[in-house]
């Protein structure tokens, strides 16, 4: 396994907030549910990689990814780290790679990433062998001034996490680091006409009203998965 260089680019972070008996039967042991304001945050995160490789390669050799997550937040010794329920991306190769070299629960998708008049639109559709049906559509885009995502308690708590937990096939509690610039986004609006994500991973539409925030990207190093 090995260290993964990569940019994240035309982020929404579309988060609801929810009770935290919703989401801690779905979580393993070995991590804690973390809260803000008393409530769990369920996050649904469309955006697209660029220049996916291995570290030290050159990014040209990089290949793009659209993705689409569902996650939580959750601590362990005390760090804060999201927690990846699903993970849906185009290229087959590329989902076959992360789910046996770094034990991430990919599943294979057709997706796209298209910006247009300062509007991004995300499609995604699970195509994975024998996972349940996953879609999502939708329409977003910034919708007030950037801001410095540490100066904000909520944004900071959703987003200024710099390690990631999943569980593997095998059962066992996997995690891996990541390294980036602290996150500048903006509040951000979304015409969403389609999100079965949350049925897909067992659990019911949030009810809540979700709170967006929308990021034109970072680049990022994450390090090789390592078992908890």
């Known amino acids: 396994m090995y260290s993964l260089e990569m940019g994240w680019r035309h982020l929404l972070f579309e988060n609801y907030p929810v009770d935290p008996s919703v989401v801690r ?60 329920f699903s993970l849906d991306a185009q290229g087959a190769a590329s989902v076959l790679g992360a789910r046996l070299m770094h034990s991430l629960p990919y599943y294979y998708a057709r997706s796209s990433l298209e910006c247009r008049d300062g509007r991004v639109a995300f499609r995604s559709r699970r195509r994975h062998p024998g996972a349940r049906a996953a879609r999502y559509e939708g329409t ?37 680091d990541i390294d980036h610039e602290p996150w500048t986004v903006s509040p951000a609006d979304a015409d969403v006409t389609a999100n079965t994500l949350f049925r897909a991973n067992g659990f019911e539409t949030p009810s809540s009203e979700p709170v967006r925030y929308y990021s034109p990207g970072l680049d990022v190093t994450a390090s090789r998965s390592r078992r908890a």
Do not use: K, Q
């Not at 390669?57 to 993705?67: D, F, H, T």
């Not at 885009?141 to 801001?147: K, L």
């Not at 540490?150 to 891996?176: H, I, K, Q, V």
């Open 25 to 84: 039967p779905h979580i393993p042991d070995g991590v804690t549910l973390d809260r803000h304001d008393d409530s769990a945050w369920l996050s649904v995160v469309p955006y697209t990689n660029v220049a996916v490789r291995p570290e030290g390669l050159p990014s040209s050799m990089g290949v793009r990814l659209p993705e689409l997550n569902l996650r939580t937040y959750v601590t362990r010794d005390g760090v804060p780290s999201v927690y990846f």
């Open 140 to 176: 977003y885009w910034p919708a007030g001034e950037p801001i410095d995502a540490r100066e904000d308690p909520l944004a900071a708590f959703l987003l200024e996490r710099y390690r990631f937990y999943a569980e593997a096939p095998d059962g066992t509690l996997r995690y891996a």
